[in-house]
């Protein structure tokens, strides 16, 4: 007999750095899909971020609670390794991916086979982005930002703001030159 009520949970991994209103757009449409999302910030040390995985999990958390999601629980988290080994983890059984443009295609299919291999029982699944956000990526966004550009629309202003936070940080200098 099929499982009746089984929690529907998925896991939204990415580097979010930072979070754009493009990520934003497919957390939402995604509520009615399952009852939890955990959006997963990778850890990778072999990428020099704009932020700190502590710093992007703290914004995505601050920018999450002005979403209302009654029926889906939205939560954040960081891992380390692989998506599916961290999905397993937190017993999810599908990995949100958003799909932009016809370039994203053969890497989302890649990672999608490749994860389908590893763990055979979590679906991946794609939303396509919406119009409007489908040329937005936060490597753009960072590149625009960081060139004097106007990233209005594209991130939520909360990220903005601790964009122009870190220019002004002295620290912050891979992005300054
Ligand atoms: O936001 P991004 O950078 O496009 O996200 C890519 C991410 C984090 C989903 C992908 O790099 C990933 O899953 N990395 C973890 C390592 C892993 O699981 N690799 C095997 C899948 S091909």
Redesign the pocket.
């Known amino acids: 007999m099929p499982e009746i009520n089984k929690l529907k949970r998925a896991v939204f ?4 750095d930072p979070i754009t209103n493009g990520h934003l757009d497919i957390i939402k449409r995604s509520l009615p899909l399952f009852d939890e999302i955990i959006v997963a910030v ?1 850890n990778n040390p072999e990428k020099q971020p704009m932020f700190s995985v502590e710093e992007r999990c703290s914004m995505i958390k601050a920018v999450l609670s002005n979403i209302e999601s009654e029926n889906c629980r939205l939560l954040v988290d960081s891992f380390s ?4 080994d961290f999905a397993r983890k937190v017993k999810a059984n599908a990995i949100l ?1 958003g799909i932009r443009a016809i370039s994203d295609y053969e890497y989302e299919l ?2 999608a086979l ?2 389908r291999k590893l763990a055979p029982e979590i679906e991946t699944v794609f939303l396509m982005a919406a119009v409007e956000y489908s040329y937005v990526s ?1 490597r753009l966004v960072k590149q625009v930002f960081t060139l004097g550009g106007c990233i209005k629309g594209l991130v939520p202003e909360l990220i903005e703001s601790k964009m122009k936070e870190k220019l002004s940080n002295a620290s912050f200098d891979s992005l300054k030159t």
């Open positions: 991994p990415g580097s979010f990778l390794g692989l998506t599916v991916r890649t990672m490749m994860n936060s």
